[in-house]
């Protein structure tokens, strides 16, 4: 009988990944009139990380003039540059958005105005 000794190290990388709820945004023509439409979305956040996680919101340019985003430690204002957020997350959390729709707007179903992405830095 033969034996060996084998010495294995692993290196496990940080990561993170957020999920969230990707149904459409509906906007009725009273919605257009008023200006305006709150919206509301959950995340979860899967990080072996979670202190060194960073929230990116990106804008995607056409529905809205700015958005007013509520959910994290201050209120903030998006208009047409990204924004990075960086504190404590929860593994769960609810972000409210109110879209200032843009002056073209019409009616329909669309993708949320805003893209979140969560980074490791």
Request: charged share 20%; no cysteine.
């Amino acid at each position: 009988m033969a034996s060996a000794n084998l010495q294995v190290s692993v290196r496990v990388l940080p990561h993170a990944r957020l999920q969230a709820d990707a149904s459409p945004v509906s906007i009725t023509a009273a919605d257009v009139q008023r200006g305006y439409l709150d919206v509301s979305r959950r995340y979860q956040l899967h990080s072996n990380a979670p202190d060194r996680v960073v929230l990116q919101l990106n804008p995607r340019v056409g529905l809205t003039d700015s958005i007013d985003i509520d959910g994290f430690q201050a209120p903030l204002r998006m208009r047409d540059a990204s924004l990075e957020i960086t504190q404590p997350f929860a593994r769960e959390f609810t972000v409210n958005y109110r879209l200032w729709l843009s002056a073209s707007a019409v009616p329909g179903e669309y993708a949320l105005p805003v893209q979140v992405a969560a980074l490791i830095r």
